[in-house]
Structure formats: C-alpha cells, structure tokens
C-alpha cells in the first residue's frame, strides 16, 4: 500500500527502478498511468495520484503507458507480505479462479460471500475482483502480442479472453492499441508450434545461481531436469499438462534494471498459459523486494556476511500445493537425496506421463487421487510414514484438506498439524513454499541450525527462535541463508535418469 505519497512521488522524481509494479502513478492531465521508473518526463506532483495495482489505475479511467509499458514490471510483494484475505485472494486471482470458477468461486473459496468480498477488495487495493481479472488478462495478452508470433485469436483465448470483441475492446481501453497495433511495438519470436517463449522480469538483486542449486539438489527424476542453467520441470494445470523450461540468467548482484529468467512453455491447452506463468514466477520468487529484504536482515551483525555474500536470495515457491506436502512428508527424517529419490519412486509408481519435449521430462509428479489409489502399502517406506501420505492424499482428493496459494498460513498450519504423522515443521515448510510466507523460521531443523552456528548464532530451536525474532517478518529468507551456510548442506547434483527408477520398479 502507499503510506506516504510524497516518499513516492521522490521514486519518480529519481526514476526508482526498485518501486516498480509495487505502486503506480497516474497522470491526470494526461490519463496515462505509469511505473515510477518511467523515463519520460516527471509530471508535476499536483497532476500525479498513486494506485496500488494497475486494475485500480485502469478502474479509475487511465490507461497504460505505451513507452514504460507498466504491466511489464515484476508484481507487487504486498501479497506475500500479507497472510490475510487480501493477499489470498490476490494470489487465487493471479493463478487465474475468477476466469476459472468467476467471483462467486473465488469468494467460497475464501469463506466470504462475493458482496463483501468485492467490498473488501475495492478498499484495499482500489478494484473488484473482476477488474483485478480484467488487468491480469490485459497484461497476459500484452504479453503475448509482444513477445510470440502466435494468431491473434489464439492470443486472446490463451490470455482468458471469453470473445474476440471483449479482447479487442479491453486492449483498446487498457492499452489505446488495437491487437495488431501492440504487436507492431514488441519483437515476436518464432517458436515451435505448441511452444511459447516468454522473459519473465525479477527483481535485481537476484541470486540466480542459488535458487538454481536449491531446486538441482531437490529434482526428482522423471519430473525435473538441470541441464547447464536451465531448469526443467513438467507442470499439472488446471486445463491439462505442460513442460517449462527456465533458463537462469547470471547472478545480479547490485540493485538496478529488473533481471529476466527466459522461459520456454509447452502446453496441452493453451488456456493454461497465464496460470501457469504465474506459478512459474511464484517457484522463482519473482515479485519479492530482494533489496529491501537485505537491507532488514543486514541490520543483525551475525547475519550480515551471509546477506552481503549472496544478495537477492530467493525462497523457492511451489507450481503445485499438494506436491510440496508429499515432498516434505518424504523429506521427513531423510537426507534432501533419499526423499528425491523417494519421490521419483513414487512418481514411477503412479505412472502418469506427460507429453514432453525432453526426453528426460516423462512424468507428473504423483496427483493425491493417485497416490491415494496406491495405498500405504505400494508408498512404502516407514509405515506411520505411508499411512500418513495415503490419508493426506485421500484428504486433498476429496476436498478435505485444501493446499494451495489461497490458504491463510494460521489455518492451514494447524490443519496439517492436526493431522497425524505432521509436525511443525512440515507444516511450516508447506506454508513457506505454497503461500510464499516470508516470516516462517524454521528452527526444529537440524541442516538450518548447522548453519546458524557456522554464522555464529544460536544453535538451539529456543535460543535461535528468540533470537531470529528481530528478523521478522523476513524469517523465512533468514532461513534460507542459514541452509546456505550450513557445512552439511545438500549440493547440487546430477539427477538419475527416470528409467533407472523404472527398471527397479
């Protein structure tokens, strides 16, 4: 939100990079709305209002700039800051419910009726859910023209359009273009057929080569590959199935100009498009404020060296709720490799393939109807173990238990907690991972600890507790400089192909 609207209009005045998709300024002379770092001239401050989303600006009759193009920036961090309906519903309306399931799904989703929801929203971030819909598919059709060389009817039903003349209406409103006329100001690129091209905007600093080891030192066969810097994983989306690809820029390590993972899609449907780039951006943390992050964490002497030798540390979301439960179920007791070969077992198991491009991409991580069909018994492993995978699967395929980005972190905790065989701090690493909660420590882990002596800290989970209270509400990415440091740390590898797991079927 803008608590101070002359602290932004001063990032305007000096063109801040960092602020931008975190507010937007309007122009009311003109009735263009902007990021602040807009290089064209600074309008004078009577002219200028603030907006916390671009829906709002483009609710209150502006339209988007045709030179900083403002949808272009990377997200606001407000939303993972914010553990409430708010920041829910805004993650729920980015993976795409409202064109899914419309307001009324939305609204049951988060227990409210779409009245009150509608309310809530308009005083918080200045749009309805519909209109917040409307910017999130504006921008996915931008996208698009700019960057692909796909049919324009294509583009508008990929983006959620439901017609041709909403699409076209939309852009002339949003963008004062016509389709063709946003194409003519991008560089498209020829792709394969099936397959989309896209740069998705991070962030800088940006720990490129961080996360990407996080994410190598935890591939499960089958599912995930690493070749070089890119990182390759197949996808379950709402409509069907896809493969991405990330490729991994270097490491960005001073703030400035936004950083660019390229990504490459393939994709069974093509109206999975804007959910599944959101959950890619969701697995690289691509919305947070990495500056501002460092610059609260390097406030505590002990941690400071770890902040300054990798700035712009990411936490690793999640492209799938339930998959992340099973991970850590998995992970529960073991090393990082024996649950990352546990779960290429399991995806073995299940056996549900995926069309793909990559030859070392072929299956789906194991969907909760899946692993529920299979039975403690065919998980394996330790019993208490496998009856509490097989229960939790049996729970979130018939709608019991629900994980996914539009749980509040307190509720969905101690549902997890409240089941049998989930302590704290599966519960937490699923909060840290699904809702991207950055204020999560997670001090009953022993590798987590490790590191924090290696630092200097405290070692014990109350000592260190009290003590990692003065990061808050950072907690979660104080966290991951702890693994970092920690001498015991798991390492990038080269993950096995799936077929060794299959021949041990």
């Given at each position: 939100?803008?608590?101070d609207?002359e602290?932004?209009?001063?990032?305007?005045e000096?063109?801040?990079?960092?602020?931008?998709?975190?507010?937007f300024?309007?122009?009311?002379?003109?009735r263009?709305?902007?990021?602040?770092g807009?290089?064209?001239?600074?309008p004078h401050?009577?002219?200028?209002?603030?907006?916390?989303?671009?829906?709002?600006?483009q609710?209150?009759?502006?339209?988007a700039?045709k030179?900083?193009?403002?949808?272009?920036?990377?997200g606001?961090p407000?939303?993972?800051?914010?553990?409430?309906t708010?920041?829910?519903?805004?993650?729920?309306?980015?993976d795409?419910?409202?064109?899914r399931?419309?307001?009324?799904?939305?609204?049951?989703?988060?227990?409210?009726?779409?009245?009150?929801?509608?309310r809530?929203?308009?005083?918080?971030?200045g749009?309805?859910?519909?209109?917040?819909?409307?910017?999130?598919?504006?921008h996915?059709?931008?996208?698009?023209l700019?960057?692909?060389?796909?049919?324009?009817?294509?583009?508008a039903?990929?983006?959620?359009?439901?017609?041709?003349?909403?699409?076209?209406d939309?852009?002339?409103?949003?963008?004062?273009?016509?389709?063709s006329g946003?194409?003519?100001?991008?560089?498209?690129?020829?792709?394969?057929a099936?397959?989309i091209?896209?740069?998705?905007?991070?962030?800088?600093?940006?720990?490129?080569?961080?996360?990407?080891?996080?994410?190598?030192a935890?591939?499960?066969?089958?599912?995930?590959?690493?070749?070089?810097?890119?990182?390759?994983?197949?996808?379950?989306l709402?409509?069907?199935?896809?493969v991405?690809?990330?490729t991994?820029?270097?490491?960005?390590a001073?703030?400035?100009p936004t950083?660019?993972?390229d990504?490459?899609l393939?994709?069974?449907?093509?109206?999975?498009?804007?959910?599944?780039?959101?959950?890619c951006?969701?697995l690289?943390?691509?919305?947070?404020?990495p500056?501002?992050?460092?610059?609260a964490?390097s406030?505590?002497p002990?941690?400071?060296?770890?902040?300054?030798s990798?700035?712009?540390l990411?936490?690793?979301?999640?492209?799938?709720g339930?998959?992340?439960?099973?991970?850590?179920?998995?992970?529960?007791?073991?090393?990082?490799?024996?649950?990352?070969?546990?779960?290429?077992?399991?995806?073995?198991?299940?056996?549900e393939?995926?069309?793909s491009?990559?030859?070392?991409?072929?299956?789906?991580?194991?969907?909760?109807?899946?692993?529920?069909?299979?039975?403690?018994?065919?998980i394996?492993?330790?019993?208490?173990?496998?009856?509490?995978?097989?229960e939790?699967?049996?729970?979130?395929?018939t709608?019991?238990?629900?994980?996914?980005?539009?749980r509040r972190?307190?509720e969905?905790?101690?549902?997890?907690?409240?089941?049998?065989?989930?302590?704290?701090?599966?519960?937490?690493?699923?909060?840290?991972?699904?809702l991207?909660?950055?204020?999560?420590?997670?001090?009953g882990?022993?590798?987590?600890?490790?590191?924090?002596?290696?630092?200097g800290?405290?070692?014990?989970?109350r000592?260190?507790?009290?003590?990692?209270r003065?990061?808050?509400?950072?907690r979660?990415?104080?966290?991951?400089h702890l693994?970092r440091?920690?001498p015991?740390?798991?390492?990038?590898a080269t993950?096995?192909?799936?077929?060794?797991?299959?021949?041990?079927?």
């Amino acid at each position: 939100m803008i608590n101070d609207p002359e602290a932004a209009y001063r990032a305007v005045e000096t063109r801040d990079t960092r602020f931008d998709g975190q507010f937007f300024t309007a122009v009311r002379t003109t009735r263009i709305y902007c990021r602040p770092g807009c290089p064209a001239r600074t309008p004078h401050r009577r002219n200028v209002e603030f907006y916390p989303t671009s829906a709002a600006a483009q609710a209150a009759g502006f339209r988007a700039c045709k030179r900083c193009l403002p949808d272009a920036a990377p997200g606001s961090p407000e939303w993972n800051l914010r553990a409430d309906t708010v920041g829910a519903a805004m993650r729920l309306i980015g993976d795409g419910v409202v064109d899914r399931e419309g307001v009324p799904g939305l609204a049951r989703r988060l227990g409210y009726t779409p009245r009150h929801l509608g309310r809530l929203l308009v005083t918080e971030v200045g749009a309805a859910p519909l209109a917040l819909a409307r910017a999130r598919r504006a921008h996915t059709a931008r996208m698009l023209l700019t960057s692909t060389r796909m049919p324009i009817s294509d583009v508008a039903f990929a983006a959620g359009f439901a017609s041709i003349r909403q699409f076209n209406d939309t852009l002339r409103e949003v963008f004062d273009l016509d389709p063709s006329g946003l194409r003519a100001i991008g560089s498209p690129t020829t792709t394969p057929a099936g397959t989309i091209r896209l740069r998705l905007p991070v962030r800088a600093p940006f720990a490129a080569t961080a996360l990407l080891e996080f994410l190598a030192a935890r591939a499960v066969p089958g599912v995930e590959s690493i070749r070089g810097r890119t990182y390759s994983r197949s996808l379950r989306l709402p409509a069907g199935v896809g493969v991405v690809r990330l490729t991994f820029p270097p490491d960005v390590a001073g703030p400035g100009p936004t950083a660019a993972v390229d990504t490459e899609l393939t994709l069974t449907e093509l109206a999975d498009l804007a959910p599944a780039v959101d959950r890619c951006r969701r697995l690289l943390d691509a919305d947070a404020d990495p500056a501002g992050i460092d610059a609260a964490l390097s406030g505590d002497p002990e941690l400071a060296p770890a902040i300054d030798s990798v700035p712009g540390l990411r936490l690793p979301g999640a492209v799938d709720g339930p998959e992340i439960l099973f991970r850590a179920l998995l992970g529960q007791q073991v090393s990082v490799a024996a649950a990352r070969t546990a779960c290429g077992k399991l995806a073995v198991l299940a056996d549900e393939r995926v069309p793909s491009p990559d030859p070392e991409i072929r299956l789906l991580f194991p969907s909760p109807a899946a692993i529920a069909a299979l039975g403690p018994e065919t998980i394996g492993g330790p019993r208490r173990r496998a009856y509490t995978i097989a229960e939790a699967a049996a729970a979130m395929a018939t709608g019991e238990l629900r994980v996914d980005p539009g749980r509040r972190t307190s509720e969905l905790t101690a549902e997890l907690v409240a089941r049998q065989g989930i302590g704290p701090w599966t519960a937490g690493y699923v909060a840290m991972r699904v809702l991207g909660d950055p204020d999560v420590l997670l001090t009953g882990d022993l590798v987590l600890r490790n590191g924090a002596g290696a630092l200097g800290l405290p070692t014990t989970p109350r000592s260190l507790d009290e003590h990692g209270r003065r990061w808050s509400p950072f907690r979660s990415y104080a966290g991951m400089h702890l693994w970092r440091a920690a001498p015991d740390r798991p390492r990038s590898a080269t993950t096995p192909p799936v077929t060794d797991l299959m021949e041990n079927r």
